[in-house]
Structure formats: C-alpha cells, structure tokens
C-alpha cells in the first residue's frame, strides 16, 4: 500500500499535463512486464472476453471472471493503478446491485477502482459509487458493450447530435464523480473539446492524440490478437508471428529428439 499511483496523483498529470499512460492486462505474467514497463494504470478490460476467451464481443463476460483476471493483475503489479472493468449486465443493473459488485471487486481482488461503460444514463449510479469513495472510471463514445446496438464496433459522435451525446455524457459523468473517462472511438477533434472542457483526465483509445492518456488493448499493442485490426492500433511488435515460430520450432525439436538436450537433463 502506497506505492501505487493514485487518484490524486492522476488528477495531478492532468494539472501538469503530463500523459497518462494505460494499457489492458489479464493475467499475473503481463501484469508483471506491463507494471515494470512504467504504466500508470493497468485496466483489466472485459476485452478479455475477446482477447482471451474467444467471444465475438465481449458481453458473455462475467464479475466472477473479472475477479478472477482482476486478482491475478493485482498481484502481478506494485506500481500501477488497477482497474476492474465491469462486465455487460453490471453496468445495466440498479446502482445498489453496482454498488454490491463493486464492493466484492475491491475486495475480492485488491484492485484500485472500477471502469463504467456510459454517459449520462449510468451517471446516477457513479454518483452512488463516489459518494461512497468507489474511484469510478467512466467510458464514453463507442462503448463495446452497446455493440449490438450500435450495429458493430462503429466509430461513434459523427453527427453533430452524437457528438453532442458524448459531451454531454462525458460532462455528466464528470458531475458524477468519476475521476477519469476513457473515450472510444470517437473523431479526433470532438475527444480534442472534451478533454479541454473536462477537469478530469481522458484516457483516449481511437480518438487522436489530444486525450490526457491513451489505453490500448496489451494484444493489438503486441501483435498477438489479429481476428480485428482496428487502424488506430499500432502494432509495437509482430508477436503473434514470434510465438508462432518459437512454438514450431519448440515441436520440430521435440520430434527430431533435439529437445530435451543434455543441458536441460539431469543424471542424478
Ligand atoms: O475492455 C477494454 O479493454 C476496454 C479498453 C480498451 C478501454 O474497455
């Protein structure tokens, strides 16, 4: 305890200007690689529902598999802000059944906070949460748990009536108490005003590059998750092909009798 970054330190980078880095995580190993790397905060997204799971959209998704994720994340970092993305079906519910998840989350797994796809109808229930002292990450714009909705994974705020949506959903969850807004998929110029009219921070994800932070999903970042290429990832490494061929080699090996060799045997 303490050596975390904060809500007050992340209100602070935005007064100095000063970016915010976030990126997703799912498991201890990542956790551990992504905490070293500096990260400020790592969001266990229900992304996992995709990236790891395999679903074409990340509703099937449950709390107990956020926790699950959650708490092996927690425990892989020491640095880094955690934050536990409620699954489709939380969000949706009273804010009193929000409030009982969101309880059982910190406490079950260790995390900082939790992330609340919507604007302005979910504003009531971030309202509840940080009268409470719950920190509550918002999400704003294409929000991938109204998939179905939307007809796809659409950029969203277009129009001059949905941009004036997301404004106001991002004020609104301002007002709420949340102490961030993630916003996603949205033109560059309209995340540009609400990072400018928001005192909170805005941790951008396919919305430019004028967002106080930026988060990417940890797979699209690493090359490893291919079945959607959206074009605001950028590809830091092909590392879908490295394991690949680490794979094929390792099977080649075993085959040809190469591996184990005697280095990785022992007599006695
Ligand atoms: O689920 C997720 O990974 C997310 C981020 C990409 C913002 O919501």
């Given at each position: 305890m303490g050596r975390r970054v904060t809500v007050p330190a992340l209100a602070r980078m935005k007064e100095s200007a000063q970016r915010i880095v976030s990126v997703t995580a799912y498991d201890y190993t990542f956790a551990k690689l992504v905490d070293r790397a500096g990260v400020d905060i790592i969001l266990v997204g229900d992304s996992l529902g995709m990236v790891v799971q395999g679903h074409e959209t990340t509703l099937p998704v449950t709390l107990e598999?956020?926790?699950?994720?959650?708490t092996a994340v927690v425990r892989g970092s020491e640095r880094a802000m955690v934050v536990c993305d409620f699954p489709f079906g939380v969000c949706q519910s009273p804010k009193e059944v929000v409030m009982a998840a969101a309880i059982k989350v910190m406490k079950e797994s260790g995390c900082d906070g939790v992330k609340i796809e919507g604007g302005q109808a979910v504003a009531e229930t971030i309202k509840f949460l940080t009268a409470q002292r719950i920190p509550v990450v918002a999400h704003v714009g294409l929000t991938p748990q109204s998939v179905k909705y939307f007809g796809g994974f659409k950029m969203q705020g277009r129009s001059d009536s949905e941009a004036e949506q997301?404004?106001?959903?991002?004020?609104?969850?301002?007002?709420a108490g949340a102490f961030a807004v993630v916003l996603e998929g949205i033109p560059r110029g309209l995340a540009s005003r609400i990072s400018q009219a928001l005192k909170i921070p805005s941790i951008g994800i396919g919305a430019g590059a004028e967002c106080d932070g930026q988060v990417l999903v940890l797979y699209d970042l690493l090359g490893f998750?291919?079945?959607i290429k959206p074009k605001f990832v950028k590809q830091y490494m092909q590392g879908g092909e490295l394991i690949q061929s680490a794979?094929?080699?390792?099977a080649k090996e075993v085959r040809l009798g190469e591996f184990p060799g005697l280095e990785h045997s022992q007599d006695t």
């Open positions: 598999e956020m926790i699950y994720h959650t997301i404004m106001a959903d991002a004020l609104a969850v301002e007002a998750y291919g079945d794979l094929e080699q390792y």
